[in-house]
């Protein structure tokens, strides 16, 4: 009798535990289609990665980082002033870089200030420009879209690490409970085969 109240429990813990581990498998395996007499067995995320990256493209616009935002964020004093400032900066330095080595060295580097001058008096405008097109015209630029075509071009090994990393350690929450619901259902199946 001890031996039923042992036995069953961990049978169902066992079982449960495998069930989840197969399922979270079940979500990336099999990568291709295979077909089972009149069922065709694929996992789901090869299977709808079209669709999932879709979903992606949806969520990041519509919730996560919607243009509007991204465009208000720009154009705070500080991001704007950061973005000229690095432009400029670059700019300067590649300019007195590709300057040819015959020009004086004191040349080249009033021509960078020259051209950095411009650009953090160019700049702003300019930036202030290109976020009203941007908001006026919001599907040349979605975030989401770019995510999308990104996850799409990923390989199913790639989507399957970015996935673990991401939710790793919840995938393995999600082993353990269904091996602790299978021990409960033991002890529950125990108890009634005693009790009959």
């Known amino acids: 009798m001890l031996a039923r109240w042992i036995l069953i429990p961990l049978i169902g813990a066992f079982i449960g535990w495998l069930t989840n581990v197969v399922a979270i498998k079940m979500l990336f395996r099999p990568r291709r289609p295979v077909k089972i007499f009149c ?13 999932i990256a879709a979903n992606i493209a949806g969520v990041v616009d519509k ?3 919607p243009l509007n935002e991204v465009l208000a964020h720009l154009n705070t004093p500080a991001v704007a002033g950061r973005i000229t400032a690095i432009v400029a900066e670059v700019a300067r330095r590649r300019l007195v870089e590709r300057l040819p080595s015959f020009i004086p060295q ?3 580097e009033a021509a960078g200030r020259a051209v950095e001058e411009t650009l953090h008096r160019e700049m702003p405008p300019a930036l202030q420009e290109l976020i ?3 908001g006026r015209n919001p ?13 799409k071009k990923l390989n199913l090994n790639q989507v399957e690490e970015v996935v673990v990393e991401v939710a790793g ?21 125990a108890a009634l085969a005693i009790l009959s």
């Not at 694929?42 to 990665?49: D, H, M, N, S």
């Not at 040349?140 to 990104?150: D, N, Q, R």
């Open 169 to 189: 350690r919840e995938l393995r929450y999600i082993e353990w409970l269904g091996g602790l619901l299978g021990f409960l259902i033991g002890l529950v199946q």
């Open 63 to 65: 919730n996560l980082l």
């Open 139 to 151: 599907e040349a630029f979605s975030i989401g879209e770019i995510l999308a075509a990104k996850f």
């Open 39 to 51: 069922w065709t067995l694929q996992g789901l995320i090869p299977k709808r990665q079209a669709e």
């Open 106 to 108: 004191g040349l080249k």
């Open 132 to 134: 009203e097109e941007l």
